[in-house]
C-alpha cells in the first residue's frame, strides 16, 4: 500500500474514473460487485483516509474525503455508495468507547491491509432502523462471549467486507453492537440484491446463525432510533450528487455531436436544450453550495454546535437527492429516445438516482423535524 498524499489521492481517483466508469456498465448488467474498483482504491489508502490522526489514520476532513466521494460516484455510483459506508463510519472510530484491543486491531487492519468495515442494521421485519425498532437478530451470552442469530438486509459491500457492525437485541432487552469478523462461523450471505439501480453495491442479506463472538467484541449498547447527529451521512448525498453531474456531462456531450439533418448544426443551439441544460446547471451549483456549505460547517464546528446540526444535514440529503432526480431527468430529455437504450449510461444514472430516496435519512423524517423544530420553538 502506498503512502498517502491528499493531492496524489485526488489525481488518482481522477485518472482512474474512467476505469471505474468503464466496468460500471457490465457490473449493472451482471449484477456484480466492482472488486477491481475497490482493490485500486485499497492500493492508494483509501479505506484508512477519514481515520483520525490520534489513531493513526490519514485524518482528512469531511468535506475532504466528500469530494472525492463525488468524483467516484461520477464514474461509478455503486463503488462511491459502497466504500461511502465504511469511510463514514471509520471517522467516528476515534470518538468510540471500545474495547481497546478491539479498536486497535480494526485500525491496525484498516491501516495495514485496507480492512472494510460496515455496518448491518436493516432487517425485514423492522425495516429502517432509524425508525426506531428493536432488531430481532438475538444475541444470547455464553461462557464464552456471545451467540448471535439472525438476518440483516442492505448489507451494502457483503461479498468484501472484513468487518461487520451488527445490531442485536440482548436477552435482558438492551440493543448493542456486536463487531463480527468474516472469518467467524456461521456467516453467509444470502445473494438476494437484485434491484432496479444501484446493483453494484452487492447489498446482499447477512445470515447469522449462532455466530460465536468473543466478549470484547461486543463494543457498545445504544437506545435505537436516537443518534447523535453525522455529518458522514453527507457521503449520500455526495454519490447521487456525483451521478447527476455525471448525466449532465452525457447530456452536454450529446447537445455539441448530435445533429439531425433537419438542423443546420448540434442540438445545443436550440433554445429549449440550453433551457435544460441551464436549469440542471443552476441546480447542480445549488446543490453542490449546499452540500460543501454545510460539511464545511461541520468541520469547523464544535461538538456542541454539532449536536444542533440535525436539521441542515436531513435538509442536505432532501435537497441534493430530489434536485440530482430532476437533473438526471432533464439530462434524458435532453438526448431524447436515445436515452432509453440499454447501451446508453443515462438508462443507468437514472435507476441509479432512484435509490437515494430510500436512503437515510428519510424525507418524511427531515421535514417532520424541520416542522417540529419550528413548531415547538419556545
Known amino acids: 500500500m502506498t503512502p498517502f498524499s491528499s493531492r496524489r489521492t485526488k489525481k488518482t481517483i481522477t485518472r482512474n474514473r474512467a476505469k471505474f466508469a468503464n466496468r460500471a456498465k457490465e457490473h449493472d448488467e451482471k449484477k456484480t460487485f466492482p472488486f477491481k474498483n475497490i482493490n485500486e482504491l485499497q492500493e492508494i489508502g483509501y479505506p484508512s483516509l477519514s481515520l483520525h490522526t490520534s489513531i493513526g489514520g490519514q485524518g482528512l476532513t469531511l468535506t475532504e474525503w466528500l469530494e472525492l466521494q463525488e468524483i467516484i460516484a461520477i464514474a461509478d ?26 479498536l486497535d486491531e480494526v485500525v491496525r487492519d484498516i491501516i495495514n491491509k485496507g480492512a ?49 457492525l451488527v445490531s442485536a437485541t440482548l436477552e435482558t432487552g438492551e440493543v448493542g453492537n456486536f463487531l463480527i469478523k468474516k472469518e467467524f462461523n456461521g456467516i453467509s450471505i444470502d445473494e438476494t440484491w437484485d434491484t432496479l439501480g444501484m446493483r453494484g453495491t452487492a447489498s446482499h442479506d447477512l445470515i447469522l446463525k449462532d455466530v460465536e463472538v468473543p466478549p470484547h467484541y461486543y463494543v457498545e449498547t445504544f437506545t435505537p432510533g436516537q443518534k447523535s447527529p453525522s455529518g458522514w451521512l453527507l457521503h449520500i448525498p455526495a454519490c447521487y450528487l456525483g451521478i447527476a453531474q455525471a448525466a449532465q456531462n452525457e447530456a452536454i456531450q450529446f447537445a455539441k455531436s448530435y445533429s439531425p439533418n433537419s438542423l443546420n448544426g448540434p442540438i445545443k443551439h436550440i433554445p429549449a436544450v440550453q433551457t435544460k441544460v441551464g436549469e440542471n446547471e443552476a441546480d447542480l451549483i445549488q446543490a453542490r453550495h449546499l452540500l460543501y456549505g454545510v460539511s464545511s460547517k461541520w468541520d469547523h464546528a464544535t461538538d ?57 435519512p428519510m424525507d418524511d423524517r427531515t421535514i417532520q423535524l424541520l416542522a417540529h423544530a419550528q413548531l415547538h420553538e419556545e
Open 304 to 360: 456542541e454546535e454539532r449536536m444542533s446540526m440535525q436539521g441542515e444535514l436531513g435538509v442536505v440529503k432532501f435537497h441534493v437527492v430530489n434536485s440530482a432526480q430532476k437533473i438526471v431527468d432533464r439530462a434524458m430529455r435532453v438526448v431524447g429516445a436515445h436515452s432509453l437504450y440499454n447501451t446508453n449510461k443515462l438508462q443507468r444514472y437514472y435507476r441509479d438516482v432512484r435509490a437515494g430516496i430510500h436512503n437515510p
Open 116 to 164: 472494510l468495515l460496515n455496518a448491518a442494521a436493516t432487517e425485514p421485519e423492522t425495516g429502517s432502523p432509524t425508525r426506531g425498532g428493536k432488531p430481532t437478530t438475538k444475541a444470547v451470552q455464553t461462557e464464552s462471549g456471545w451467540l448471535i442469530s439472525g438476518r440483516k438486509s442492505f448489507t451494502s459491500m457483503a461479498p468484501a467486507l472484513d468487518y461487520v
Open 77 to 102: 455510483g455503486s463503488t462511491s455508495l459502497s466504500i461511502g459506508w465504511h469511510i463514514g463510519i471509520t471517522s467516528e472510530l476515534h470518538d468510540k468507547n471500545w474495547p481497546e484491543e478491539t
